[in-house]
Nanobody, 123 residues
Framework: QVQLVESGGGLVQPGGSLRLSCAASGRTFSSYAMSWFRQAPGKEREFVAAIIWSASNTHYADSVKGRFTISRDNAKNTMYPQMNSLKPEDTAVYYC????????????????WGQGTQVTVSS
């Protein structure tokens, strides 16, 4: 069984930065994608970014490309989205998802999910 724990959310000013983390335990993710989704109030959960664990290849939604960067720590089974130049429209609960091979950008592609961490961008 795979468990995912997100952390790093909080309140930040527009233009500011946050670094989230997702720590995984259980089965190895070496051959799988690990992704971030977000869900704003009243909206559907949407794909944000992904990293292909073994190759360190990254993929980003157009809405965050150039502002968000994904990295990983193999020893800790942890990924770190660095979120820069944050905008109010980035406000959402951010979820870590794992257990699917790439390409996988839909919520039903992933069998494992974290509990979510709130990111609020406001002046």
């Amino acid at each position: 069984q795979v468990q995912l724990v997100e952390s790093g959310g909080g309140l930040v000013q527009p233009g500011g930065s946050l670094r989230l983390s997702c720590a995984a335990s259980g089965r190895t993710f070496s051959s799988y994608a690990m992704s971030w989704f977000r869900q704003a109030p009243g909206k559907e959960r949407e794909f944000v970014a992904a990293i292909i664990w073994s190759a360190s290849n990254t993929h980003y939604a157009d809405s965050v490309k150039g502002r968000f960067t994904i990295s990983r720590d193999n020893a800790k089974n942890t990924m770190y989205p660095q979120m820069n130049s944050l905008k109010p429209e980035d406000t959402a609960v951010y979820y870590c998802a794992a257990g699917s091979m790439w390409p996988a950008t839909g919520i039903y592609d992933y069998p494992y999910w974290g509990q979510g961490t709130q990111v609020t961008v406001s002046s």
